[in-house]
């Protein structure tokens, strides 16, 4: 007999108390490992529609609802006894009839009535009356709807939806006729039905899938049941599963907005390539040590219960793995030269060979950004490097001036032992790139976006050409400049995916957070990255926004949005506190302090907030995510950093500075799933205002 469990189920177990839960747990791992015990206490919930469903006893108050068939058990709700009842008399799963996928559908009939259209202008007459929308879906008829595989008894209620009463609709509706309705409204096209395979199993069906699986072994009950707030790692959605299962004949690549799964995807890709296949050796990767540190047991939530797949995917970020792999090539480790100890030495060169620093930043803009990063060796080539992103067009006489700088620079570092990052992945390029035998069959980058030049050349030499795999979004680069891809031999045409189901961020924070970059953003190679058609799966309550008169009311009003989260059952440590800028985290800790709760400073550690408030800069907040988030500090002179603006070298770097200090605001933004609140002192950043416009 199969045993199953739903994402309605996991949903229910997170909002129960912490002995409840355990309580729950314990009766699900009783029912699988022996349904027909005696001491589970079925009872058969006869008001319900559905004859399958029974409940049974978890605590005096607590029942677990299962639909239970001569072929299977599925853990369908669990919650206190009244409302366990009520939720499973309402409701029925079934097979829809046109495509096949098992539902979970709530009885029309017994729903609660839905609201009314609510006005929402007034027409200028001289007896004003309520303008009442349209309906959405007039034009669409039984059949389309079907098609698209929503319930019988609802197509009624489809027909009439409004702008004003859809959303209210839609969470009664399965996900795939919300998202289909959605993206209807969105790009007037109604996605192809997918008609029903009668000899198929309908727990296979790509919709099923995404909220029921069954579950073959007490380990992987374990991890469906400890982590509900990672439901991810059960039920993937369609569009994801099916990028995840994709094989491709070269680099590929996923994109989409913040909150659409683009790690999930990349988090299954690495679990896939190691159960399927015992002589994978793959690399999961990322820009830094904190968001490497977070993939690292979601991997092992993916993979439990093998630990020899485990042991063959090595999490680092693009610096970790660098510095590995340079030990392993040249038995040492590499001596890094700090940004400080390097600018010194580009200063006293250029003065020694009589360079001039025009602006007294320019050369270490063009190090770093030109000479170190596609690795210059001698004139000849830095005439001819391409400088995507710098809008000094320099001379053969000009970059013949500055060269004897740059080359006295790198034998000065040389000569003390010393070595850039870039310097490193070069190296360890040059290593691997002739060697057959590469260490990782598989290369998968999350956060690809702020790859650079010498990571991505680094990362094509150490893997086979064919299992790289990229997972990002250009709206979320905060580190790199962009540079052509395909000029490095990583071309992704044909390749590409993108994912446009927001599952983690409500629909009022993404739409607000998406008026911060434009509806599409092209890289160098001419590949687009659309905003356009993408949607939230749940509601939630409008950003909050405050533009205070001084540091001490924007405190007190960030203390008031922590204990009201608190007060609504957001514990604290699904709460956080993003600022620009470590000088501003004092003012963090001071709204925490006035809350009457304790902080937990994001740093590179993989560390558990546990009980308290999380605060960190707005770098840390990437791929992180918190019910409730506060961006505080957001001042005229804060963000964007008035250092960065002082120090671009020329407009094309100052456009640049824009653009990244933007995309940190909206990844800051974007951490938040279910509440948001945006502060500074007056005049307050000119971003709030782009936050803030509707469109």
């Given at each position: 007999?199969?045993?199953?469990?739903?994402?309605?189920?996991?949903a229910?177990?997170?909002r129960?108390?912490?002995?409840?839960?355990?309580?729950?747990k314990?009766?699900?791992?009783?029912?699988?490992?022996?349904?027909?015990?005696?001491?589970?206490?079925f009872?058969?919930?006869?008001?319900?529609?559905?004859?399958n469903?029974?409940?049974?006893?978890?605590s005096?108050?607590?029942?677990i609802?299962?639909h239970?068939?001569?072929?299977?058990?599925?853990?369908?709700?669990?919650?206190?006894?009244?409302?366990?009842?009520?939720?499973?008399?309402?409701?029925?799963?079934?097979?829809?009839p046109?495509?096949?996928?098992?539902?979970?559908v709530?009885?029309?009939?017994?729903?609660?009535d839905?609201?009314a259209?609510?006005?929402?202008?007034?027409?200028?007459?001289?007896?004003?009356s309520?303008?009442?929308?349209?309906?959405?879906?007039?034009?669409?008829?039984?059949?389309?709807?079907?098609?698209?595989?929503?319930?019988?008894?609802?197509?009624?209620?489809?027909?009439?939806?409004?702008?004003?009463?859809?959303?209210?609709?839609?969470?009664?509706l399965?996900?795939?006729?919300?998202?289909?309705l959605?993206?209807?409204?969105?790009?007037?096209?109604?996605?192809?039905?997918?008609?029903?395979a009668?000899?198929?199993?309908?727990?296979?069906h790509?919709?099923?899938?995404?909220?029921?699986?069954?579950?073959?072994?007490?380990?992987?009950?374990?991890?469906a049941?400890?982590?509900?707030?990672?439901?991810?790692?059960i039920?993937?959605?369609?569009?994801?599963?099916?990028?995840?299962e994709?094989?491709?004949?070269?680099?590929?690549r996923?994109t989409?907005?913040?909150?659409?799964?683009?790690?999930?995807?990349?988090?299954?890709?690495?679990?896939?390539?190691?159960?399927?296949?015992?002589?994978a050796r793959v690399?999961?990767?990322?820009?830094?040590?904190?968001?490497?540190?977070?993939?690292?047991?979601k991997?092992d939530?993916?993979?439990?219960?093998?630990?020899?797949?485990?042991?063959r995917?090595t999490?680092?970020?693009?610096?970790?793995?660098?510095?590995?792999?340079?030990?392993?090539?040249?038995?040492?480790?590499p001596?890094?030269?700090?940004?400080a100890?390097?600018?010194?030495?580009?200063?006293k060169?250029?003065?020694?060979?009589g360079?001039?620093?025009p602006?007294?930043?320019f050369?270490?803009?063009?190090?770093r950004?030109?000479?170190?990063?596609?690795?210059?060796?001698?004139?000849?080539?830095?005439?001819?490097?391409?400088?995507?992103?710098?809008?000094?067009?320099?001379?053969?006489?000009?970059?013949?001036r500055?060269?004897p700088?740059?080359?006295a620079?790198?034998r000065?570092?040389?000569?003390?032992?010393?070595?850039?990052?870039?310097q490193?992945?070069?190296?360890?390029?040059?290593?691997?790139?002739?060697r057959?035998?590469k260490?990782?069959?598989?290369?998968?980058?999350?956060e690809a976006?702020?790859?650079?030049?010498?990571?991505?050349?680094?990362?094509?030499?150490?893997s086979?050409?064919?299992?790289?795999?990229?997972?990002?979004?250009?709206?979320?680069?905060i580190?790199?400049?962009?540079?052509?891809?395909?000029?490095?031999?990583?071309?992704?045409?044909?390749?590409?995916?993108?994912?446009?189901?927001?599952?983690?961020?409500?629909?009022?924070?993404?739409?607000?957070?998406?008026?911060?970059?434009?509806?599409?953003?092209?890289d160098?190679?001419?590949?687009?990255?659309?905003?356009?058609?993408?949607?939230?799966?749940?509601?939630?309550?409008a950003?909050?926004?405050?533009?205070?008169?001084?540091?001490?009311?924007?405190i007190a009003?960030?203390?008031?949005?922590?204990?009201?989260?608190?007060?609504?059952?957001?514990?604290?440590?699904?709460?956080?506190?993003?600022?620009?800028?470590m000088?501003?985290?004092?003012?963090?800790?001071?709204?925490i302090?006035?809350?009457?709760?304790?902080?937990?400073?994001?740093?590179?550690?993989?560390?558990?907030?546990?009980?308290?408030?999380?605060?960190?800069?707005?770098?840390?907040?990437?791929?992180?995510?918190?019910?409730?988030?506060?961006?505080?500090?957001?001042?005229?002179?804060?963000?964007p950093?008035?250092?960065?603006?002082?120090?671009?070298?020329?407009?094309?770097?100052?456009?640049?500075?824009?653009?990244?200090?933007r995309?940190?605001?909206?990844v800051a933004c974007?951490?938040?799933?279910?509440r948001?609140?945006i502060?500074?002192?007056?005049?307050?950043?000119e971003?709030?205002?782009d936050?803030?416009?509707?469109?």
């Open positions: 007999m199969d045993f199953r469990i739903a994402d309605t189920f996991t229910a177990l997170g129960l108390t912490g002995q409840e839960q355990k309580s729950a314990t009766t699900a791992f009783d029912l699988q490992l022996d349904p027909s015990s005696p001491g589970l206490k009872h058969r919930i006869d008001k319900s529609r559905d004859p469903f029974w409940s049974i006893r978890v005096q108050d607590i029942r609802i299962v239970k068939t001569e072929a299977s058990f599925l853990l369908a709700y669990v919650d206190h006894h009244d409302r366990a009842y009520a939720w499973a008399e309402r409701r029925r799963i079934e097979a829809h046109r495509t096949g996928a098992i539902q979970i709530e009885t029309r009939e017994l729903a609660e839905l609201p259209p609510a006005p929402v202008s007034m027409l200028p007459t001289a007896t004003p309520p303008v009442v929308r349209p309906p959405l879906f007039s034009a669409l008829s039984d059949e389309d709807l079907l098609g698209i595989g929503a319930p019988v008894d609802w197509l009624s209620d489809i027909h009439a939806a409004t702008e004003d009463t859809f959303f209210d609709l839609a969470e009664r399965p996900a795939e006729v919300a998202e289909a959605l993206d209807y409204v969105s790009a007037g096209v109604l996605k192809a039905p997918q008609p029903a009668p000899a198929a199993d309908p727990f296979t790509p919709d099923t899938l995404r909220r029921v699986r069954t579950v073959d072994s007490e380990d992987a009950l374990r991890l049941l400890d982590y509900p707030w990672d439901r991810w790692s039920f993937l959605h369609p569009s994801q599963a099916a990028v995840v994709r094989v491709f004949n070269g680099p590929a996923v989409g907005t913040a909150g659409t799964g683009k790690t999930v995807v990349a988090l299954h890709r690495a679990a896939r390539a190691v159960s399927d296949d015992p002589a690399l999961l990767t990322t820009f830094s040590r904190p968001l490497a540190n977070a993939l690292r047991p991997l939530l993916l993979l439990l219960g093998q630990p020899e797949a485990l042991r995917v999490v680092a970020s693009f610096e970790d793995i660098a510095s590995e792999l340079f030990q392993l090539a040249f038995a040492r480790k001596a890094i030269a700090s940004d100890v390097l600018d010194a030495i580009l200063r060169e250029a003065e020694a060979v360079t001039e620093d602006g007294g930043r050369l270490s803009a063009e190090w950004h030109v000479v170190d990063a596609w690795a210059i060796e001698g004139l000849e080539a830095y005439a001819t490097v391409p400088r995507i992103g710098r809008r000094n067009r320099l001379g053969a006489r000009q970059r013949e500055l060269w700088a740059f080359e620079a790198r000065s570092l040389a000569a003390r032992g010393l070595m850039t990052w870039p490193v992945f070069y190296a360890v390029r040059a290593y691997f790139a002739e057959p035998d260490p990782f069959t598989h290369v998968i980058v999350d976006q702020d790859l650079g030049v010498p990571q991505l050349r680094m990362l094509a030499a150490v086979e050409g064919s299992g790289l795999f990229f997972a990002g979004d250009l709206g979320q680069r580190f790199q400049q962009p540079f052509s891809w395909k000029a490095l031999g990583i071309d992704l045409r044909g390749r590409s995916s993108a994912l446009k189901v927001n599952y983690r961020t409500s629909r009022q924070i993404r739409e607000a957070a998406d008026r911060l970059l434009p509806p599409e953003v092209r160098a190679d001419g590949l687009e990255d659309s905003r356009r058609g993408a949607m939230s799966v749940f509601e939630g309550p950003p909050i926004i405050l533009v205070t008169a001084n540091q001490e009311d924007e009003a960030v203390a008031a949005f922590l204990r009201a989260a608190v007060d609504d059952g957001v514990a604290p440590g699904e709460i956080s506190i993003f600022v620009r800028a000088d501003q985290l004092p003012r963090a800790r001071a709204a302090a006035a809350a009457d709760m304790v902080c937990i400073q994001l740093t590179e550690r993989a560390e558990e907030a546990a009980d308290r408030v999380s605060i960190g800069t707005m770098h840390l907040a990437k791929g992180l995510e918190f019910k409730a988030v506060a961006v505080m500090a957001c001042d005229d002179d804060v963000l950093l008035q250092s960065r603006i002082d120090g671009a070298t020329d407009e094309d770097e100052l456009r640049e500075v824009y653009d990244t200090e995309h940190l605001f909206y974007t951490r938040a799933r279910d948001l609140q502060s500074g002192v007056r005049p307050g950043s971003f709030i205002g936050f803030a416009s509707e469109p």
